[in-house]
Every structure is written in C-alpha cells, then in structure tokens.
C-alpha cells in the first residue's frame, strides 16, 4: 500500500519574506529541511483557510523542544493534519541563501 504524499523543493530563499510553501491538505505529517550558508530566521507558518498564516511550531530532528522558527540549518518535523498548507517563511534575511525542501505525507510520522 502506497501512503499519498506530497513534496517541494528545493526552493532557494534568498530574500526577504521569500517562502516555500507546501498543501498539506489531507496529510498528517510534515517535514522541512533547511540548508545552505545564509543568517538570519526562517519562520515556520501555518494556515487553515488560505489567507491568514500564523506562527506554526515544528520539532527539530535533534530534539524533543518544538520551535516556531530556526536561524541554522537542519529538519524538523509537525503534525499539520487539519491545515490547509504550510510554509517557511525567510521572515529576517540578513545574508546568503536559504536551501528549503517539505514533504508531507498522510502516515503518521514523527511530531
């Protein structure tokens, strides 16, 4: 049995407010990975209806404290089931450049 899924990227951030956004409509789980040599903070967000993102926590890969943005490189993952989609959002872009991957998938997964 194949689990649908879903994914994007990689989309390259490398101003300021650029995002990538991922539909999570009907998913479960989802994971980002961020890499690159850049500085400054990504913003984890989601939305229910389309027009109003609010500030969306995710769980880093090397930790159990969940966290609604990231200034290094690394994964994390979330339960997003009951969004509609979900991005990250080069919110403070001070230097460089922003290497993002999502992939959603309608399994449980690690959250």
């Known amino acids: ?49 389309g027009l109003t993102w609010v500030a969306f926590n995710m769980v880093p890969a090397a930790s159990a404290t969940a966290a609604s943005s990231a200034t290094a490189n690394g994964a994390w993952s979330a339960n997003c089931g009951g969004y509609d989609a979900v991005r990250a959002r ?6 460089g450049t922003v290497r993002a991957f999502m992939l959603a998938c309608a399994g449980a997964g690690r959250y």
Request: proline residues 4%.
């Open 90 to 95: 080069f919110s403070t872009a001070t230097s």
């Open 1 to 49: 049995m194949t689990v649908p899924s879903a994914e994007l990227g990689p989309t390259f951030l490398d101003a300021v407010d650029e995002a990538i956004t991922l539909s999570v409509r009907g998913m479960a789980a989802v994971g980002l990975q961020l890499t690159g040599t850049w500085a400054g903070t990504v913003s984890f967000e989601a939305t229910v209806e």
